[in-house]
């Protein structure tokens, strides 16, 4: 989290400074009247700070601001209008005095605090469980956590399915003082209405039939830890009634039971559904919204946060492999056609994407035309190999010429790719081979074409060619539509 810089007023104009420091302490903003050495001792101890900036005796005021980059200013008084021009001088503050330009500058000079490179480097160390990307969304998403994690705030997670809201819950719980207690998830659209009561607080022995022993509830288990509600809109209206009454009086009763048990939970809530237009429709508490939705926090579509996906590839592949102990590779256009997926399913659909890969193409690279159709968003030519000549007619000829359990049905078969006329054995005074299967070559290639107009897609479809392959055939046999 965050330090709030420290203010510190240096001005040797004291009736200025006087009348500055009164301002302050009427907008309760604490701060110090120091001299220029006294400044320089504490900006040399590498603490935050924001400094009112006003006349100097040596009349150092550019060094000042060159020394000490990290250093939000604020400068008091007109002739102090030409420092402007470096880039830790925030702004200018002239007299009178005014509540609104000074509030809006102090505000700016916490933002060039927070926003300072080392500042979010330093933000940067903080170690998130699972949470992947460097997205402007993903960053806020982390100051949010950052921010609340410290709190007992009740954190509403919104988003749609599948971007990762239970993460989120995660990471604050891990960032919390109550790290060391449980993370216990429940979800409550998993569960019966009729059974939800007794998941969340428990039940006593003989409070309902089949209730052979005592049994804790969700709460109870979460203990000094973190309660993740999952899908809270899916909770029954009976249940949001006293769900509400736990959250005011942090303490709850097992089913059949009497006595009362002091809940000490941080509650984290998410759901994918509009909260607000279930109010308006009557089936959600528009009271319980409001107990829940103290922080909200928003988690991302993947589409809305693209240049993350080669990371969040990269940390997916990284499980995966531990799992299958096989991994997979991409090529630049793969990548760049799974960027343009809409990801309706969001991170989970590239997970379960990915998994699909890896079984498919353990250890090896894929490319778009691997991918599933509906991932192919770049219209890239795959590579096809062009074998060597005597290799294809060998293939052929195996082809042709393989037995078979009925040697008929391998006559038949010939006799089916060769026309009826041409010799179905081999004649007496033997034939040239390779000849023989090129005229063979031409003929239904010339076939093909005519019949479906010399458009070489369709021709090469009804051959079971590539197009590229058999355009590189009618460049070999001079076959065009003047033939």
């Given at each position: 989290?965050?330090i709030?810089?420290?203010?510190?007023?240096?001005?040797?104009?004291?009736?200025?400074?006087?009348?500055?420091s009164?301002?302050l302490?009427?907008i309760h903003?604490?701060?110090?009247?120091?001299t220029?050495?006294e400044?320089?001792?504490?900006?040399?101890?590498?603490?935050?700070?924001?400094?009112?900036?006003?006349?100097?005796?040596?009349?150092q005021?550019a060094?000042?601001?060159?020394?000490?980059?990290?250093?939000?200013?604020?400068?008091?008084?007109?002739?102090?209008?030409?420092?402007?021009?470096?880039?830790?001088?925030?702004?200018?503050?002239?007299?009178?005095?005014s509540?609104?330009?000074?509030?809006?500058?102090?505000?700016?000079?916490?933002?060039?605090?927070?926003?300072?490179?080392?500042?979010?480097?330093?933000?940067?160390?903080?170690k998130?469980?699972?949470?992947?990307?460097?997205?402007?969304?993903?960053?806020?998403?982390?100051?949010l956590?950052?921010?609340?994690a410290?709190?007992e705030?009740?954190?509403?997670v919104?988003?749609p399915?599948?971007?990762?809201?239970?993460?989120?819950a995660?990471?604050?719980?891990?960032?919390?003082?109550?790290?060391?207690?449980?993370?216990?998830?429940?979800?409550c659209?998993a569960i019966?209405?009729e059974l939800?009561?007794?998941?969340?607080?428990?039940?006593?022995k003989?409070a309902?039939?089949?209730?052979?022993?005592?049994?804790?509830?969700?709460?109870?288990?979460?203990?000094g830890?973190?309660?993740?509600?999952?899908e809270?809109?899916?909770m029954?209206?009976p249940?949001?009634?006293?769900?509400?009454?736990?959250?005011?009086?942090?303490?709850?009763?097992?089913?059949?039971?009497?006595?009362?048990?002091?809940?000490d939970?941080?509650?984290v809530?998410?759901?994918?559904?509009?909260?607000?237009?279930?109010?308006?429709d009557?089936?959600?508490?528009?009271d319980?919204?409001y107990r829940?939705?103290?922080?909200?926090?928003e988690?991302?579509a993947l589409s809305?946060?693209?240049d993350?996906?080669?990371?969040l590839?990269?940390?997916?592949?990284?499980?995966?492999?531990?799992?299958?102990?096989?991994?997979?590779?991409f090529?630049?256009?793969a990548?760049?056609?799974?960027?343009l997926?809409?990801?309706?399913?969001?991170?989970?659909?590239?997970?379960?994407?990915?998994?699909r890969m890896?079984?498919?193409?353990?250890?090896?690279?894929?490319?778009?035309?691997?991918?599933?159709?509906?991932?192919?968003?770049?219209?890239?030519e795959?590579?096809?190999?062009?074998?060597p000549?005597?290799?294809?007619?060998?293939?052929l000829i195996?082809?042709?010429?393989?037995?078979?359990d009925?040697?008929s049905?391998?006559d038949t078969d010939?006799?089916?790719?060769f026309?009826?006329?041409?010799?179905?054995?081999?004649?007496?005074?033997?034939?040239?081979?390779?000849?023989?299967?090129?005229?063979?070559?031409?003929?239904?290639i010339?076939?093909?074409?005519e019949?479906?107009?010399?458009?070489?897609?369709r021709?090469?479809?009804?051959l079971?060619?590539?197009?590229?392959?058999?355009?590189?055939?009618?460049?070999?046999?001079n076959?065009g539509?003047?033939e």
């Amino acid at each position: 989290m965050s330090i709030t810089p420290s203010l510190y007023i240096v001005d040797e104009q004291s009736a200025r400074s006087s009348r500055l420091s009164t301002v302050l302490s009427f907008i309760h903003e604490p701060h110090q009247m120091l001299t220029y050495q006294e400044l320089l001792i504490r900006l040399n101890s590498d603490q935050p700070a924001v400094v009112l900036l006003g006349a100097l005796d040596n009349q150092q005021h550019a060094e000042l601001l060159l020394r000490y980059p990290a250093t939000a200013f604020l400068l008091l008084g007109e002739t102090l209008q030409s420092l402007l021009e470096y880039g830790n001088a925030v702004g200018l503050l002239s007299e009178p005095f005014s509540y609104a330009s000074l509030t809006q500058l102090l505000r700016d000079s916490q933002q060039y605090h927070r926003l300072l490179p080392l500042q979010r480097q330093q933000e940067n160390t903080v170690k998130f469980d699972g949470m992947v990307g460097s997205s402007d969304s993903m960053q806020q998403v982390r100051f949010l956590i950052q921010q609340v994690a410290k709190t007992e705030a009740n954190v509403l997670v919104l988003g749609p399915s599948g971007t990762g809201k239970e993460v989120v819950a995660r990471n604050i719980h891990l960032l919390s003082h109550r790290q060391a207690g449980p993370f216990v998830p429940i979800n409550c659209g998993a569960i019966p209405a009729e059974l939800l009561e007794s998941e969340l607080f428990g039940h006593e022995k003989g409070a309902f039939t089949g209730a052979i022993s005592t049994r804790k509830g969700r709460f109870e288990l979460a203990q000094g830890g973190t309660l993740f509600l999952d899908e809270i809109g899916d909770m029954p209206l009976p249940m949001q009634v006293k769900l509400l009454r736990v959250l005011q009086e942090r303490t709850y009763e097992r089913v059949g039971g009497t006595q009362a048990i002091k809940a000490d939970v941080r509650v984290v809530a998410a759901t994918h559904r509009d909260l607000e237009q279930m109010i308006s429709d009557g089936s959600f508490r528009e009271d319980l919204y409001y107990r829940l939705n103290v922080f909200p926090i928003e988690t991302p579509a993947l589409s809305q946060r693209a240049d993350d996906i080669p990371l969040l590839i990269s940390e997916l592949l990284k499980r995966q492999e531990k799992v299958s102990q096989a991994k997979v590779k991409f090529t630049e256009h793969a990548m760049q056609s799974m960027q343009l997926h809409a990801w309706p399913g969001n991170v989970r659909e590239l997970a379960n994407l990915l998994e699909r890969m890896v079984i498919m193409y353990p250890d090896q690279v894929v490319d778009v035309a691997e991918l599933p159709l509906k991932y192919r968003h770049l219209d890239v030519e795959s590579y096809m190999p062009q074998y060597p000549e005597g290799l294809q007619e060998r293939d052929l000829i195996n082809e042709l010429f393989q037995s078979t359990d009925d040697d008929s049905d391998t006559d038949t078969d010939v006799a089916r790719v060769f026309d009826m006329d041409a010799p179905q054995h081999l004649p007496e005074q033997g034939l040239d081979l390779k000849e023989y299967l090129a005229e063979l070559e031409i003929r239904f290639i010339s076939q093909a074409l005519e019949r479906h107009e010399f458009v070489v897609a369709r021709a090469a479809e009804v051959l079971g060619l590539r197009r590229t392959t058999l355009v590189e055939k009618m460049r070999k046999y001079n076959l065009g539509k003047d033939e």
